[in-house]
C-alpha cells in the first residue's frame, strides 16, 4: 500500500530534502531524521507548527539565538527494571515529483480572487487529500515584480489563503494545509514579457506523505 501510494502520490507533486539538523516538533522529517526543506531552502511545518517551535536554521532563527537549557539535577539511580520491548518503527516520508501550479490567469487580476476555472485543478487536489489522509500539504503564492514587494508578498500571501480556503471549504482539514507568501520571489518565467509575468503570478502546491514503515 505505501509504495501505491508514492506512485499515486509521484504523478502530482515535488519537494527536496536537504539535511539541517536533529527534528524537533512542529517540522517534517525524512527517514533520518533529519528536517525536511523545500525546493527554495525552507524548512517543512508539520500542521501543529507554531511559531514557539522555531529552531536554529529555521525560520529566520540563527544559532545564537538558542537559549541553553538550565542544566538537570543528579537524580538518584532508578532501581532495575525489566526491559520493554522496543517500540514499533516511526512514520517514513515519502516526496512526490511534480506540484500542482495554479497560474495567475485563474485569479481575477491584481486580487486574490479565484476564478472558476482554477476549480477543476483544485478539487484533483481535495480528491488526492481524501484518498491519502497522512499527506499534507504545503500552499507557497508568488507575484511577478510588477509593483511593491511589500504589496506583492500580501497579495502572493493572500492568493496562497484563497487556495486553502478553496480546499477547506471542499472538507479537507485545515490542521493538513499550510501557507505562505514569497511575493516575486523565485521567478519560473520572464519578468520583460507579458507571458513570463503570467507564468511567475502563481499559486504552487507541494505534498508530504507519511507512511507507516
Same mark, same amino acid.
Given at each position: 500500500m505505501a509504495l501505491y501510494s508514492c506512485i499515486a502520490l509521484s504523478a502530482m507533486f515535488s519537494t527536496q530534502a536537504i539535511s539541517a539538523t536533529s527534528a524537533p516538533d512542529g517540522y517534517v522529517v525524512n527517514s533520518s531524521g533529519v528536517i525536511v526543506r523545500d525546493n527554495y531552502g525552507d524548512c517543512w511545518h508539520t500542521g501543529s507548527w507554531t511559531p514557539a517551535m522555531a529552531v536554529p536554521g529555521c525560520d529566520g532563527v540563527t544559532a545564537s539565538e538558542r537559549v541553553a537549557a538550565p542544566p538537570k539535577a543528579v537524580a538518584p539511580a532508578p532501581a532495575p527494571v525489566v526491559a520493554e520491548a522496543a517500540p514499533a518503527p516511526g512514520p517514513k516520508t515519502i516526496f512526490t515529483d511534480k +506540484? @500542482?501550479? @495554479? *497560474?495567475?490567469?485563474?485569479?481575477?487580476?491584481?486580487?486574490?480572487?479565484?476564478? +472558476? $476555472?482554477?476549480? !477543476?485543478?483544485? =478539487?484533483?487536489?481535495? *480528491?488526492?487529500?481524501? #484518498? %491519502? #489522509?497522512?499527506?499534507?500539504?504545503?500552499?507557497? /503564492? %508568488?507575484? =511577478?515584480? !510588477?509593483?511593491? *514587494?511589500? $504589496?506583492?508578498?500580501?497579495?502572493?500571501?493572500?492568493?496562497? *489563503?484563497?487556495? #486553502?480556503? %478553496?480546499l477547506v471549504n471542499k472538507g479537507v482539514d485545515a490542521g493538513r494545509i499550510s501557507t505562505s507568501g514569497k511575493g516575486s520571489a523565485n521567478p519560473?518565467? =520572464?519578468?520583460?514579457?507579458?507571458? /513570463?509575468?503570467?507564468?511567475? !503570478? !502563481?499559486?504552487?502546491?507541494?505534498?508530504?506523505?507519511?507512511?507507516?514503515?
Open positions: +506540484p @500542482i501550479t @495554479i *497560474e495567475g490567469a485563474n485569479f481575477a487580476s491584481g486580487s486574490a480572487i479565484l476564478k +472558476p $476555472a482554477a476549480f !477543476r485543478q483544485l =478539487d484533483t487536489v481535495v *480528491e488526492f487529500a481524501a #484518498k %491519502y #489522509k497522512e499527506a499534507n500539504l504545503a500552499i507557497v /503564492g %508568488y507575484t =511577478d515584480n !510588477r509593483g511593491s *514587494e511589500a $504589496a506583492n508578498q500580501t497579495l502572493s500571501a493572500q492568493r496562497a *489563503e484563497a487556495v #486553502k480556503a %478553496y519560473v518565467g =520572464d519578468n520583460n514579457t507579458a507571458a /513570463g509575468r503570467a507564468q511567475n !503570478r !502563481r499559486v504552487e502546491i507541494n505534498s508530504v506523505e507519511r507512511v507507516a514503515q
